[in-house]
């Protein structure tokens, strides 16, 4: 790999790329297979495998064991750069041995997209230039550095990506509201003066939420254990994570989060630690903790602490597919109430997604797990299944997903890549809806489950109606603190999903968009607004807001 240094990426900052302006196509349906040709193309471009073309899989078989590693790595590299990144490389190029029209050619051939070329300076036999490349994946960066090395008159000196830009420091900064600009300041803000406002919260802590950074901070916790896709990576791994979710509550719902990794998965560790940093926070998002252990965490902190505790891997997936669904079943013409839903992964998602839809009013769920469908009335291996089996399933189904999946109006995958198998989907209710949501390769993809399913779901942002977190936790804690709800209640959680969903209008909701952009403007509002109201009504509000605000 291609050596990054800190002094090259600090000479390059300002060579930083600001991602796509937000979708200005929203509701509309564009040529969607133009756009999986595109992707097509880049997953080709990464793979090296020059006979894929129609089937990936088979393509795969035939090229045996080798070839099925490969394509592993393709896979993996995927989920690093599921869309394009820049990267800069830096070169000096003796022209005389090698002219820059070659040069290009290699680039492009090793699978690099040149988009610009800056003289960093001439000297007198030999030309230093930054080449800023669009690339698929760190499989084609290194293969373009190999290529590039191999030419007779060019020194590799050195080379840098967007992604790496953007994390150098830290992406997340202390910014002053109030200057210190003379002594009568500093004494206002720090002692003496001060000291009048520590004893006011003193004698009445509730003042502590007008009068510190309580009011609109909260806390991003994770222990490192299951970071998206990359399992238990620790702490420092998990840093970037966090620090990227505290951006998105800031720009998003201006929530100000901080992100804090423990160096600890006890499950007591982690629990004392949370409630002795609580005083200086209005609200507790947990992130990536694996299951079981998340389960029990978040029960005891909503039942120990004053403030809200939500673990977005949980709820935030399922108020967002709530919502999808919502506007799924309206498009096809059915009754959620109705539909017989197959859950593919009964862990911390697919719990919550089926808790959600239970409280939606779905009565028919089916929760599949590696062994199977749950039955109640049976051990099912866990005492977390059990629970699971014993509120869903009423018709006592058994077997395989593939056996369950008959009749199935809608299916939620929070499982595993290739699960489900297009003749399981073509054994689906008519007008079937899928939601095949594992990362970076779901259960089907769109290509495979066409022709059978009317509307189809990921969790990837190349393919239309992205399910995303987003949507749902910058809103969902603007509404909190705002109203400073004592917890997050499964009222607050609908009415979420219902405002989310109620973004797409009438006149834009099709088989391609019944999900609104995390770039639209209207989601974090609307939802904010609705949680304020639930939270009203259900009694868990301790201020209450002229939701005209």
Not at 286 to 294: G, Y
Request: net charge neutral; charged share 25%; proline share 3%.
């Amino acid at each position: 790999m291609a050596k990054r240094t800190d002094k090259w990426i600090e000479h390059n900052q300002d060579k930083r790329y600001e991602s796509a302006e937000p979708d200005q196509h929203r509701g509309k349906v564009y040529n969607f297979k133009q756009e999986q040709k595109r992707a097509n193309q880049a997953l080709l471009a990464t793979s090296a495998l020059p006979g894929m073309k129609d089937n990936l899989d088979n393509q795969v078989q035939k090229a045996g064991s080798t070839g099925r590693q490969l394509f592993q790595k393709v896979l993996r590299s995927m989920l690093f750069h599921s869309a394009k990144t820049k990267v800069i490389l830096r070169v000096e190029i003796v022209e005389e041995i090698l002219d820059f029209g070659r040069l290009a050619m290699v680039i492009c051939e090793a699978g690099g997209n040149i988009v610009a070329v800056d003289v960093v300076r001439t000297e007198p036999h030999a030309t230093i230039r930054d080449i800023t490349l669009h690339v698929n994946s760190q499989m084609v960066t290194d293969r373009v550095v190999k290529a590039v090395k191999e030419l007779a008159g060019i020194s590799v000196l050195d080379v840098s990506d967007q992604t790496f830009l953007m994390h150098l420091g830290g992406k997340l900064e202390t910014k002053l509201k109030v200057r210190i600009r003379n002594c009568d300041d500093l004494s206002r803000v720090y002692t003496p003066g001060v000291a009048r406002v520590c004893m006011a919260i003193h004698e009445n802590p509730d003042m502590a939420h007008n009068l510190t950074i309580k009011r609109n901070t909260i806390a991003v916790v994770s222990d490192g254990s299951a970071v998206l896709g990359l399992g238990n990576i620790g702490p420092l791994a998990a840093m970037p994570v966090m620090e990227g979710k505290a951006m998105l509550f800031k720009q998003l719902g201006g929530v100000d989060a901080f992100p804090i990794c423990l160096d600890t998965q006890d499950t007591e560790e982690i629990i004392r630690a949370v409630k002795q940093i609580a005083p200086t926070f209005g609200g507790i998002n947990l992130e990536d903790i694996s299951a079981p252990r998340c389960f029990e965490i978040e029960r005891r902190l909503v039942e120990e602490l004053d403030i809200p505790v939500f673990h977005d891997d949980q709820h935030g997936t399922a108020v967002v597919v709530l919502a999808g669904l919502l506007n799924a079943v309206r498009l096809v013409g059915k009754k959620l109430a109705d539909c017989k839903v197959v859950v593919s992964g009964t862990g911390a998602a697919g719990t919550a997604c089926s808790n959600i839809l239970l409280a939606a009013g779905v009565t028919n769920i089916i929760g599949v797990d590696r062994n199977g469908a749950l039955v109640r009335n049976k051990d099912n291996g866990s005492e977390a299944w059990n629970l699971y089996a014993s509120r869903t399933n009423p018709n006592l189904e058994a077997g395989s997903l593939s056996d369950v999946i008959h009749g199935a109006d809608i299916f939620v995958g929070v499982s595993a890549p290739g699960l489900l198998k297009r003749e399981d989907v073509k054994h689906m209710a008519k007008d079937a809806i899928v939601f095949a949501m594992a990362n970076p390769t779901p259960e089907i993809t769109p290509e495979e489950a066409k022709g059978y399913a009317r509307v189809m779901a990921t969790g990837r942002s190349d393919y239309p109606n992205q399910i995303n977190n987003v949507l749902c936790f910058p809103g969902l804690f603007r509404g909190v603190l705002d109203c400073r709800a004592e917890r997050v209640t499964e009222g607050m959680k609908l009415a979420a999903a219902h405002a989310i969903a109620g973004v797409v209008k009438n006149n834009e909701l099709n088989e391609n968009y019944i999900i609104p952009s995390v770039f639209n403007r209207d989601v974090a509002d609307r939802v904010r607004q609705a949680v304020v109201k639930a939270a009203c009504e259900e009694n868990v509000a301790r201020h209450r807001l002229d939701l005209g605000r």
